[in-house]
């Protein structure tokens, strides 16, 4: 029986397009740095490298290390002394970027209604931002934060998407038993078959399906919100 619902955010609870919101995203950055001596172009490409070293983090230290450990490789030291300047940033301006961002009810519902039935709920967003940017997207979906039992950030994990190891960890973190957890996602890749690997169930959302590499979709339960609950009252009354 599924006892564990963990959901992805941006583009299933929160719908977007990736591409539009990153540049809107980055276009805020910039915006807001270059005026202290961050010339944009480096700066992103900044940004991208530091990603790729939460993408490659191994759980030896949490993703925020080592997203700053390679962002002062790049910019020195300075860009540690100026971490105030990137706090505030997600707290002010980053809210802009949600007008690249989507808007459907029906979330918020599906949330609702199944804290009502007795789901425990996790938000398993890739931890690739601080809490702040996540708990602002949580809201720009509306949803509240303290909705969810658990939502990873890149201050309290050391995994991310696809390694089935930031899957594994949250479950093992959380008392959670695989064959007991559904995941819930719209990309094939980080939701769908990095949480199967570990023994999770899937359910993908398509209302924003990602599919990068054309992967046969007929094999995962899929559909809308309306169809989640249908599929989780199957399952609760087999």
Known sequence: MIKNIFWDLDGTLLPMDQDNFTKAYFKCLAVKMEPYGYEPKKLIDGIWAGTAAMVKND????????????????????????????????????????????????????????NRRGFRQILATNPIFPGVATESRIRWAGLDPDDFEHYTTYENTGFCKPNPAYYQDLLERLGCRPEESLMVGN?????????????????????????????DISVFARGSFDDLLQYLEQKTAE
Request: proline share 2%.
């Open 59 to 114: 759980g030896s230290c949490t993703n925020e290390e080592a997203f700053w450990k390679c962002a002062a490789g790049i910019f020195g030291d300075r860009v540690l002394r100026d971490r105030p300047l990137f706090d505030e940033f997600y707290r002010v301006e980053f809210q802009q970027a949600a007008k690249a961002c989507g808007y459907n009810p029906q979330a918020r519902q599906t949330v609702e209604e199944l």
């Open 187 to 215: 990309d094939v890749d980080e939701d769908m078959i990095a949480s199967g690997a570990v023994g999770m169930k899937v359910f993908l959302l398509t209302d924003c399906l990602l599919n990068r590499k054309n992967t």
